[in-house]
T-cell receptor, first 109, second 114 residues
Framework: GQNIDQPTEMTATEGAIVQINCTYQTSGFNGLFWYQQHAGEAPTFLSYNVLDGLEEKGRFSSFLSRSKGYSYLLLKELQMKDSASYLC??????????WGAGTKLIIKP | GAVVSQHPSWVICKSGTSVKIECRSLDFQATTMFWYRQFPKQSLMLMATSNEGSKATYEQGVEKDKFLINHASLTLSTLTVTSAHPEDSSFYICSASVRATEAFFGQGTRLTVV
């Protein structure tokens, strides 16, 4: 079966750095996405990786290793507004998006 | 980025009635749109893939007669929840892709059936 694993919840301190991991086992791979979702709102797109390596976009970076079935989202200089759920999703060989359950990130002052 | 507009944002309806949710791509043409539902503290669950001009493709376990999807144009897809029951109360979200590298979501619709 297809499976995406990410931690259920993480806590970090304002101004610090946090890394949210995602491991996947899917039938084929056509890209990995990270989304941010605030409570009661729809997800918003953060990043897309299809090749191995690190993609940096401001305070957020995303890393992919296809051979390991592994990705992480790195958030720097954490702000209170970064408190949200972070969803990892993989597009499989049928171009279907397979979603992880999300990681709830709690930022403390 | 591309804009996907979903309406209404929230709706309360009586059990047994039907509710229509609209999803529009405002600045691009979307041949394919996706409909998801999300229960509290759970991930997105794909309900169906909506293709312009053809029948929607439903995921296993999703009742096509209950969740009617119409993709009448390249910018509009609708989801109608027919004969709604309290267990249909959920957060419904549509999305569309401009290109393979991104997927954009509507604002979501919170449906409460009383």
């Amino acid at each position: 079966g297809q499976n995406i694993d990410q931690p259920t919840e993480m806590t970090a301190t304002e101004g610090a750095i946090v890394q949210i991991n995602c491991t996947y086992q899917t039938s084929g791979f056509n890209g990995l996405f990270w989304y941010q979702q605030h409570a009661g709102e729809a997800p918003t797109f953060l990043s897309y990786n299809v090749l191995d390596g690190l993609e940096e976009k401001g305070r957020f970076s995303s890393f992919l290793s296809r051979s390991k079935g592994y990705s992480y989202l790195l958030l720097k200089e954490l702000q209170m507004k970064d408190s949200a759920s972070y969803l990892c999703a993989v597009r499989d060989s049928n171009y279907q998006l397979i979603w992880g359950a999300g990681t709830k990130l709690i930022i403390k002052p | 980025g591309a804009v996907v507009s979903q309406h209404p944002s929230w709706v309360i309806c009586k059990s047994g009635t039907s509710v229509k949710i609209e999803c529009r791509s405002l600045d691009f043409q979307a041949t394919t749109m996706f409909w998801y539902r999300q229960f509290p503290k759970q991930s997105l669950m794909l309900m169906a893939t909506s293709n312009e001009g053809s029948k929607a493709t439903y995921e296993q376990g999703v009742e096509k007669d209950k969740f009617l999807i119409n993709h009448a144009s390249l910018t509009l897809s609708t989801l109608t929840v027919t004969s709604a029951h309290p267990e249909d109360s959920s957060f419904y979200i549509c999305s569309a892709s401009v290109r393979a590298t991104e997927a954009f979501f509507g604002q979501g619709t919170r449906l409460t059936v009383v």
